[in-house]
Structures are given as C-alpha cells and as structure tokens.
C-alpha cells in the first residue's frame, strides 16, 4: 500500500512538474511576443525590416540564450506540430487576407494570378523535383525513395506569402501586391494540394491511369474548395441578413461570422480538401456580403479582430521558426557531414531561383499580350521585383518538411535530418536575407509606385470602407455603370475587347438581380433600430 501511495505521489509530482514548466514555457513565449511587437513598432520607420524578420532574429537569439542556459540540451520552449501551424495559425492570416484584400485589383488581374499561381507552382515543382533527383542521388544523403523528392518539389515551390504580405505594402504598390498576394494564396494551396497528392498515390508504379487521376484530384480540390469557401460565406451572410442579431447583441453576430469563418477552413480539412483556398474565398465572400449585414460597430470589430488575430499568428509563426532553426537534435545527427548539409541548402536554394525564373518571365509574357493598355501590362522591372519577392520560403515548407521527414518533430534517419536542416536554412536565409532587400528593391526598381498607387487604388473594395464591389473596371462610378444612356457595344463585341470589364457589367447585373437581396450586401443593408443609420432614414422621411 505505501508503495502505491509512494508511486501516485511521483506520477503527481512529476504531473505537476510537467504543467509548471508547460507554464513557463507559454509565459516566456508571450512575452516574446510582446518583444517583437514593440520592436517591430520601433522599427517601423526603417525599410529594411519587417516584423517577420525582426521575430526570426529574437527567436534565434532567444534559442540560443537557451541552448547555453540548457548546456546545448534544448533550444525552445515549444515543440513544432503541423496541427498547430495549419489548424490554428495559418486559418486566420488566410482568412484576413481575403477580407482584406483590394477585389478590383485582385479579380482585374484574376487570370494572371491564376496563371502564376497554379502553372507557375507546377513549373517550379517539377524544376526543384528533376533537380533534386539529378543532384542528391549523386551526393547520396540517404534512402531517398521517389514520392521523398516529389515532395521536396512541392516543399520549396510554396512561396511564403505571410512573408511576402509584409514585405509589399497593398496601398503603395497595389498592382505587384496584388499579383504577388494572390500567387501567394493560390501557390500556398497548390504546394498543399501537391504534397496531399503525393502522399495519397502510390507513386512507385507511375503510369497514364495514375498521372490522369493525379491531375483530375488536383482539379478537383480546386474547384471543391473553391465552392466550399464561397457557399460558407453566403450561408454566413443569409444568417445574419434573417436573423437580425444586431438588434439585440453585436457580440453574436461578430462571433458568428468568426465561427462561420473558422468552420469553413475546418470543413475543408474534414473533407480533404483545400483549407487554403476554401477559408479565402470564404474572407472575400463574407466582406462583399456579410460584412454589410452587420452593425456598424460590428463591423469595426471584425475589421481590427481579424487583423489582430493575423498579426499574432505571423510573430508566432516566425519567432518559433527562428527558435526551431537551433533545434540541437536534428543538427547533432548531421554533425558528421556539415559540408554536405550546406551544399544541399545552395542546390535547394538555387533551384528555387532556377524554378522562380522559369515561370515569372515567361508567363509574364503570356499574360501580357491578353493585355491591351501598357499600364495594366507587367513591365520588366515588375517582373523582377515579382520574382525577387516570390523567393521567400517560410512556414508552410517547414511545416511541409516536417510532416514529410519526421515523426512527431524528431528523426534520427540522416537523410531526412540533412532535409529538416537544409529546409531550415533555405527559411532562415530567403527570409532574412531577400526579405531585407525586398523593400529597397522596389524602391530602386519602381521609384514612382506612390504616383502609380494613386491613380491604381482609387478604390473603396475592401472592409476598410463602406462601398465593397467584388470586380471592378477601373473606369466610372457604379452609378455609370448603371446609366441607361450609356451606349454599350454587343455582348461578344465587348467581351472580346475587354473581357474583364464585360465580366465585371454582367456580374453587377446578376448580382443586383439575385444576390444581393437574398444575401445582403452593399445596398441592402438592414437598418438597426436606434443607430445613425435608423435616425438618418427617419428624419429623411419626415422631410
């Protein structure tokens, strides 16, 4: 009997232990927090940093403190998990992308983006995939089997776009932000989709039958996340237009559309599809419709809440990144071949080059003759900064990587360790060092991107203000477009000569006629009782 007791009271001990140290570990990882918003705050005004670059620097600093305050046993204070990073972290950065984004510069350059996005990502893939068979068998760094280097294509071709949204700036350059964002988004989904791919075909025994199941699978979780994202907003949207809760609690209906949001990415998961894609369309469909369905007050909630919540996930992401570079265990099983873990980091980091290059400046010529007018053109200098922006790598490959070659955050097999170090270098690298020259970059490259912001985002399409249009022309006022006087060409006329006007004068149509009075939206606002809106209308009545 004494025995037991003596038993429990070790496990309760070495259970209360265990939670202490879980809460040391939290405190310390807020407080970092802290550090890297104030010093972010504090370096504002300097072009050459950003808060990811700032977040990586303390996270190293700090892995080292505790590497030496550990005698090299540790180096952070929370163990990497690809649930955490891509069921808590990334949804939100995603869906305020979305929200947030500028739809007329977004779905004017729809095509291109596409076409960078999905073409260029598969391009990239198969340049880092042919090259990492080329060069790693003759380096021989392991037992490497064919569905490994398939997925080490899919790891670097995923461009970081939680970096790369820091480093342009949406109202200062807001034709490269939008090429650059919107590529980030579907490149992320894509790498995801690819990597999903690879892991759920057996790829030993390639043939006709499988490649075309391949690609029908790609197509198809395209397409189905897609829908997912847009159907959860307008569900969200045709909620709060009938139910009305702004009459009674704001609270409700800002949590609903936080929990509609977060249960599209959740769905999407569940259903093996594309969180990526699904919860972004779901933040573009829920600031055209949902977002007008609420109060006014509500609506400057959800604004600065999904803000906040993104901002927080991006420090988090890269401080524990920066902590996780000094992970002792996996650099201890390579310490026998340094130089072959450095030349793998150069060949990955040169194909990520090499594959950049070999999408950005062709497809850029691609999409450059659809276009007509010079400044909707993507001029060689764009291309560069498109290129040069595009080379960061950051979580999404580490979380990639470590889902690909270890168990749980560990391994012991030198060939996958060499692969977590090289991934780790190549994040470490391309965001520090490209992230720093990014800004000036642009500023060499295009000194007058303020002038040209002014004439490009002369537009009110984003939850920043109150008048949201999903597509735009760039040309006119809606209430142009609706003027009967206006002499329009035929439908096929117009649609050949500027396609994307013709989509956006048709989609207006619809959706005045069907949209909008079923799921609310820009017009179509409820009028709360009591708010200025309500006071305004009823003076306007009594006049």
Not at 264 to 289: N, P
Not at 435 to 450: A, D, E, F, H
Request: proline fraction near 3%; aromatic fraction near 10%; charged fraction near 15%.
């Amino acid at each position: 009997m004494a025995i037991e007791l003596s038993n429990l009271m070790e496990r309760s001990l070495s259970m209360l232990s265990s939670d202490h140290k879980s809460v040391v570990s939290m405190n310390l990882f807020v407080a970092l927090l802290c550090a890297c918003i104030v010093i972010g705050h504090l370096l504002e005004e300097n072009r050459w940093m950003n808060e990811s670059i700032t977040a990586l620097i303390i996270g190293l600093c700090t892995g080292i403190v505790i590497l030496l305050t550990t005698n090299g046993t540790s180096s952070h204070v929370l163990m990497f998990s690809e649930d955490l990073f891509f069921i808590y972290l990334l949804p939100p950065i995603i869906f305020n992308a979305g929200f947030q984004v500028k739809k007329k510069q977004f779905f004017r350059n729809f095509m291109t983006i596409m076409l960078f996005g999905a073409v260029g990502t598969l391009i990239s893939f198969v340049i880092i995939s042919a090259g990492a068979v080329h060069f790693f068998k003759q380096m021989n760094i392991g037992t490497l089997k064919i569905g490994d280097y398939l997925a080490i294509g899919a790891i670097f071709a995923a461009t970081d776009s939680v970096c790369t949204l820091q480093v342009l700036n949406q109202d200062e350059t807001p034709l490269l932000y939008s090429l650059v964002f919107g590529e980030g988004v579907v490149n992320d989904a894509t790498s995801v989709v690819l990597f999903n791919a690879i892991q759920s075909f057996d790829l030993s025994h390639i043939n006709l039958s499988i490649a075309l199941k391949f690609v029908g699978s790609f197509f198809y979780l395209f397409i189905a996340s897609t829908m997912l994202g847009v159907i959860a907003g307008l569900l969200s949207a045709f909620i709060i237009k009938k139910l009305y809760m702004g009459r009674h609690s704001t609270d409700r209906e800002v949590a609903l559309m936080i929990l509609m949001a977060y249960l599209s990415y959740m769905l999407a998961e569940l259903f093996y599809l594309s969180g990526i894609l699904t919860v972004f369309f779901c933040g573009i469909v829920m600031s055209h419709y949902t977002w007008h369905n609420v109060t006014e007050s509500s609506r400057v909630t959800t604004k600065h809440a999904f803000a906040t919540l993104s901002f927080v996930a991006e420090i988090f992401i890269f401080l524990y990144v920066g902590m996780d570079a000094l992970d002792i265990e996996k650099w201890r099983v390579v310490r026998d071949s340094p130089g072959k873990s450095v030349g793998v980091s150069a060949i990955l980091l040169g194909l990520v080059l090499l594959g950049r290059a070999a999408f950005v400046l062709p497809l850029s010529f691609l999409s450059n003759l659809t276009k007509k007018s010079s400044h909707e053109k993507i001029g060689l200098k764009q291309q560069l900064t498109i290129w040069w922006a595009g080379l960061m790598r950051g979580a999404v490959s580490m979380a990639l990587a470590y889902k690909q070659f270890t168990s749980s955050g560990h391994t012991k097999l030198h060939g996958n360790a060499i692969m977590i170090t090289s991934t780790i270098t190549v994040v470490l690298f391309s965001t520090v060092v490209f992230g720093l020259m990014t800004q000036p970059l642009v500023r060499i490259l295009l000194p007058s991107s303020k002038n040209l912001s002014r004439m490009l985002s002369d537009e009110s399409s984003t939850p920043k203000s109150f008048i949201v249009p999903l597509l735009g022309n760039g040309q006119g006022s809606e209430a142009d477009l609706k003027t009967p006087n206006v002499t329009r060409p035929t439908s096929l006329r117009m649609l050949l000569a500027t396609p994307s006007h013709t989509v956006h004068h048709y989609w207006r149509k619809f959706d005045d006629a069907f949209m909008r009075p079923v799921f609310g939206g820009r017009g179509f606002v409820p009028v709360v009782p009591g708010s200025p809106l309500e006071q305004s209308v009823h003076q306007w009545q009594q006049e």
